[in-house]
């Protein structure tokens, strides 16, 4: 699991079959300080996040498509599996 920022909405004309009625996310991986950490990447949104939001996102496929309860589309490979309310850091000196 990642921790990420939705940075935009994905829009396309076209798309292969296994994405039709999937909406589609860039988001941004970030440290627990909000700053961020990698690449920006695509991941289809099970969890119905909103531009601005932390999020936990599975970048791996066999466990992507179980959260999205599709075993065999296998084009799917990140997906946000929740929204994040709260990041909280227990650091002792």
Do not use: F, H
Request: aromatic letters at 2%; hydrophobic letters at 45%.
């Amino acid at each position: 699991m990642i921790l990420a920022r939705v940075t935009a909405n994905v829009v396309a004309d076209t798309k292969i079959e296994d994405y039709k009625n999937l909406k589609i996310m860039m988001v941004q991986p970030i440290k627990p300080d909000g700053s961020d950490d990698g690449k920006m990447m695509l991941a289809v949104d099970n969890a119905q996040a909103g531009i601005g939001d932390t999020v936990i996102i599975c970048d791996e496929g066999g466990s992507a498509r179980m959260l999205m309860d599709t075993p065999n589309i296998m084009t799917i490979r990140t997906v946000i599996a929740g929204i994040v309310d709260e990041v909280t850091l227990d650091i002792n000196d």
